[in-house]
């Protein structure tokens, strides 16, 4: 059986290809993955949402009450819940994910003093929210990407 853990867990390691992550107060806060397709990922989001960024490639998002097409440079807002992405062509390309978590506890230290009316809001509305990609979201990512290569100027206040 430990045979098996372990060619999962090569096989794992050699399509991921890199990762990166920036902590605030001990969470994972922004983190960059670079991937080698095929590649399938599930994870759960059980009290924070998410911001996902793909580059390089298209993925298929998955969950309970969505299935959705993810194109190259595209941006979603993810509820709590499950989900499953998946990298189903092969390519010579990899794939750079960018995540940043949205923590309840993190965004209410931020806006200590006056929480945005967007984050106070409760709404039955879709678990998954698409944002359609524009110069903002993209110097966003660019400019996370610059700390990724110089992970020295990142500490806690900047976050």
Not at 19 to 42: A, C, M, N, S, W
Not at 63 to 90: M, P, T
Not at 99 to 108: D, F, G, R, T
Not at 116 to 144: E, G
Request: net charge negative; hydrophobic share 40%; aromatic share 14%.
């Amino acid at each position: 059986m430990s045979g098996i853990v372990l060619s999962l867990f090569e096989l794992f390691k050699a399509m991921v290809k890199d990762r990166q992550v920036f902590k605030y107060r001990g969470k994972d806060l922004i983190e960059k993955i670079t991937i080698q397709p095929p590649f399938h990922y599930d994870t759960i989001f059980h009290n924070e949402g998410c911001f996902i960024y793909v580059k390089g490639a298209s993925t298929k998002l998955l969950s309970s009450e969505v299935n959705l097409e993810l194109q190259d440079r595209e941006a979603v807002l993810l509820k709590c819940g499950s989900y499953f992405a998946d990298w189903i062509k092969e390519s010579a390309n990899e794939v750079m994910v960018v995540a940043v978590h949205l923590y309840p506890e993190v965004l209410k230290h931020l806006y200590m003093n006056e929480l945005p009316r967007v984050f106070s809001q409760r709404s039955a509305t879709d678990q998954v929210k698409k944002i359609v990609p524009d110069d903002v979201i993209t110097k966003f990512v660019d400019t996370l990407e610059f700390y990724f290569d110089n992970p020295g100027f990142v500490n806690e206040d900047f976050l």
